[in-house]
Every structure is written in C-alpha cells, then in structure tokens.
C-alpha cells in the first residue's frame, strides 16, 4: 500500500512541477509580447509620422462623418417623392404584369389547340399510311420474291 502512495505522490509531484513550468513559460511569452507592444506604442507616439497620419485619419474620419450626414438628411428629403413613384410606378408595373401574364395564357391555350387540329389528322394519316404499307408488305413479298429470284449478280449459264 505504501508503494502504491509513493507512486502517486511521485506522478503528482511530476504533474504539479510540469504544470508551474508551463504558466511561468506562458506568462514569460506573454510579457515580452506586451513589453513589445509597448515599446511600439511608445514609438508611435513620439514618431512624428505617425501623429500626422493619425490626425490624417481623425480628419478623414470626421469628413466621412459629416458626408454621411449630409446624405443622410437628402435621403430623407428624397422620401416623399420616391414613396410616390413607387406607388405609380408600381401601379403601372402590375398593371403590365397582368397583361403578360393573361397574355401567357392565352398563347399556351391557342398553341395547344393548334397542336391538337394538326396533331389528330396526322395521326389518323399516319395510321392509314402504316396500315397501307402492311398491305402492300403482305400482298407483295411473294411477289417481289418471284419477280427477283433471277436478279443475281452474276451472269446465268
């Protein structure tokens, strides 16, 4: 039993010593990233570059602000008269779509009864015709097979 504790406490000793190497490492890692960063920063600020980009953007930004403002209120101003062509020139739009659209129908049922007026008197013809060439394929293959029996390629002796 006494192997079985110390073979416990050892893999926990081991498990505890891993772990405390393992967040010292990430908290080294971590501190020079944040040392780094902060040595950037400081640079950055005393860059005299990089103050006027700054304010560069900062004016940039306030003119986009003022725009959009602007816009926005000419946006609102246009309201009223894009809500009123919408509505007449939607009215006029449906209008047309209806007409398409009884139009549509009206095409597929004129087509559809032009298909069937020429559809149902070939079929009766095609009927016919097939009937037709039956009887003349029954009546005429004993007679076309005697009328040919003496056509062959070579000369008869």
Do not use: H
Request: charged residues 20%.
């Amino acid at each position: 039993m006494a192997v079985q504790i110390v073979i416990f406490l050892a893999f926990t000793s081991v498990t505890l010593v891993f772990n405390t190497l393992l967040i010292w490492f990430a908290y080294k890692a971590f501190s020079n990233v944040v040392l780094r960063f902060t040595d950037g920063l400081r640079e950055v600020q005393a860059s005299q570059g990089a103050r006027q980009f700054v304010s560069a953007l900062e004016t940039a930004s306030k003119q986009a602000v003022s725009v959009t403002e602007v816009t926005k209120q000419k946006i609102q101003q246009f309201g009223p008269a894009l809500a009123r062509a919408e509505s007449t020139y939607g009215y006029g739009l449906a209008k047309v779509d209806v007409r398409m659209e009884r139009l549509c129908d009206n095409l597929g049922r004129y087509s559809e009864k032009a298909q069937r007026i020429v559809e149902a008197p070939s079929r009766r013809l095609g009927a016919a015709m097939e009937g037709v060439r039956a009887a003349i394929e029954e009546l005429g293959s004993s007679t076309i097979d005697e009328t040919f029996d003496d056509a062959s390629p070579t000369p008869s002796k």
